[in-house]
């Protein structure tokens, strides 16, 4: 039951997203990095998916360059969460399933849902947020996939309108299957002062979850606080973490984890939980890395240092195995000079071990190409 929160109440920063990926532990995920994928300048035409690291153009083409995550699970490497130089930036929920395997990430089978972030992180710049929202639900086009809430949009500083105080930011959309047209498309964070939610269930059902009212309540009071301190960036980000680790979960030892899942909305932060069958998983995953002569130590450059065409030994672990819990957490900064800070959290190795807050930490800052830039959205 993954979660994010944006806010646009900062006044030292466009945009603050956080966010947690609750997973099965031993899903094969790679750490952030940066891919690149070739797009045709011609909307909705993308030549390629795969990874290009020269970075060269030809004509007629142009070159994405993403930061993200990647499940390596699903032949489409696909991701939840991402962001590119050019500001193309997204993050995905899906609507909560009934079965245990079907909790945060596409089942097998299915349309991976994590290939419509990469989907717009692939776009070409010169298309429109709109133009892409169009496009995909032309035809029908999102109805194939499991219900799922998409995040996504250009980070470009707005300039201020009368009666604002200060400039803002271009709207984001959020594109889900239930829209019928894109009319139905909500557009948020074009204003100051918002603070949205996002988890396993549609963006405007009424009924929003404990973790979501509690996420935004939480953030809006770190940034009451952080504006009152004047909390420096590293302070803030310790703050954010926090609201990320609050762990509000109804649990009992005897509970298995069908008879968790209809907790699993009130709780920001998933602990560990699992029948004896996950927990047997973990073991022999442990058991495994340390008759493979690895070190904790080892485990965690390994961790630190996976690229997206790696995969975690075993490479048959993955979905379904293992207890459920979050997996990784999510911090972007992004300040009115269109400068990105990017930490992405891991609380577990790859072969299912728990590592000590901040071990897991990677950080990449860079500058947002053409965040001055207005154009249509």
């Known amino acids: 039951m993954c979660v994010a929160v944006l ?41 390629s998916n795969g990874q290009d690291s020269n970075g060269d153009r030809t004509e007629g083409e142009e070159v994405q360059h993403v930061l993200s995550a990647r499940d390596l699970q699903r032949a489409e490497q696909g991701t939840w969460l991402g962001i590119t130089r050019s500001g193309h930036f997204a993050v995905l929920t899906n609507y909560r399933e009934l079965e245990a395997d079907r909790l945060c990430q596409p089942v097998n089978g299915d349309k991976s849902r994590g290939a419509l972030v990469t989907a717009w992180l692939g776009r070409s710049t010169e298309d429109s947020v709109r133009e892409f929202v169009e496009s995909m639900m032309a035809d029908g086009g999102v109805q194939g996939y499991g219900g799922f809430s998409l995040l996504c949009g250009k980070l470009r500083k707005r300039p201020r309108r009368d009666g604002e105080k200060g400039d803002g930011l271009e709207p984001l959309a959020i594109l889900s299957n239930r829209a019928q047209h894109p009319d139905q498309i909500p557009w948020i964070a074009g204003t100051r002062g918002e603070t949205i939610g996002l988890s396993n269930a549609a963006y405007d059902d009424p009924d929003e979850w404990p973790k979501v009212r509690n996420g935004k309540s939480l953030v809006d009071q770190v940034v009451a606080e952080a504006v009152e301190k004047d909390l420096s960036e590293e302070e803030l980000q310790k703050k954010l973490f926090w609201i990320l680790d609050q ?90 000079d269109g400068n990105v800070t990017y930490t992405e959290r891991a609380l577990w190795d790859a072969h299912g071990k728990p590592l000590e807050r901040g071990t897991g930490d990677l950080t990449f800052k860079y500058s947002i190409e053409g965040w001055d830039e207005i154009k249509q959205v």
């Not at 006044?11 to 899903?27: C, G, K, S, T």
């Not at 073991?283 to 390994?302: F, I």
């Open 7 to 47: 806010t646009t109440s900062h006044p030292n920063y466009a945009l603050i997203v956080i966010d947690n990926r609750d997973e099965f532990i031993l899903r094969p995920t790679s750490r952030p990095h940066w891919w690149s994928t070739r797009v045709s300048r011609s909307p909705s035409k993308t030549t």
């Open 247 to 336: 762990d509000t979960l109804p649990t009992s030892p005897e509970w298995t984890l069908e008879e968790h899942l209809g907790k699993l909305k009130e709780s920001i932060f998933i602990p560990p939980i699992g029948d004896p069958k996950h927990r047997d998983d973990m073991a022999r995953a442990a058991a495994d890395s340390n008759a493979n002569g690895h070190s904790n130590e080892q485990l965690r450059e390994k961790v630190a240092t996976l690229t997206g065409t790696e995969r975690p030994d075993p490479p048959t672990q993955g979905f379904g195995q293992g207890l459920y819990g979050t997996q990784r957490q999510t911090i972007i900064l992004v300040d009115w």
